[in-house]
């Protein structure tokens, strides 16, 4: 049983990690930031947003380190 907790204790995801990553926006920036374009555009659902927020990543060579959050807030309404 000891042998077992310790196996799937390995597996076990750290959000942090994965919020901390260079590719990412940390978790409290995101969240303003989707809540600030939704009420800039509410006609757009989260998911929309969420796409847009992608294309500018991929736009940006795969990444949204480098950009100021009021910058990617500015590119995902331009596509908005």
Do not use: W
């Amino acid at each position: 049983e000891n042998s077992v907790q310790k196996t799937s204790a390995s597996y076990t995801i750290d959000s942090s990690d994965i919020f901390n990553s260079p590719y990412a926006l940390n978790l409290s920036s995101f969240t303003k930031l989707i809540n600030k374009l939704q009420a800039m555009h509410p006609e757009a659902s989260r998911d929309k947003i969420v796409e847009a927020l992608q294309q500018v990543r991929k736009n940006n060579k795969g990444m949204l380190c480098g950009l100021s959050i009021s910058t990617i807030g500015e590119r995902t309404s331009a596509i908005l």
